[in-house]
């Protein structure tokens, strides 16, 4: 690891932790050149996974992506990053599980709207409302009456 402020690659690790969800690591570096503390996170790479689109074409996996999408579907709700994280990583291994490397992008979605909808009905709504392409507000009413039938 390359010290951000002198860089050196001479460093030794102070402390290591794992987050909450666990899906990555905290690492608390010194440089042993400079003394300058730094603080790195280290997750797994999921570079294999291909998503196959609607209209048949393939592209590489982008987890920012996913968690892009889920952040503007949550905004200004009480959902925090650490909770968009795990939704994001049990979906993405469930996924893994049914799909091997190529996950279509409509199971992408119907995954992630289904812990949505536990979580938070109104960022659900938000999410599935982009996923499932509404065109007039009948869809939105339709989509609230089957959550209203769900409580």
Partial sequence: MRCPRCASTDDRVIDSRASKDGTAIRRRR???????????????????????????????FDRAKILGGLRRACEKRPIDAEQLNLIVEESID??????????????????????????????????????KEFRDIAEFANEIADLEKEK
């Fill in 30 to 60: 010194e440089c042993t050149n400079c003394g300058h503390r730094f603080t790195t996170s280290e997750t797994i790479v999921r570079e294999d996974l291909v998503v196959i689109k609607r209209d048949g074409r393939r592209e590489d």
């Fill in 94 to 131: 469930r996924l893994e599980e049914q799909y091997d490397l190529e996950v279509p992008s409509r199971a992408i979605g119907e995954e992630l709207m289904h812990r949505l909808r536990r979580i938070d009905p109104i960022a659900y709504i938000r999410f599935a409302s982009v996923y």
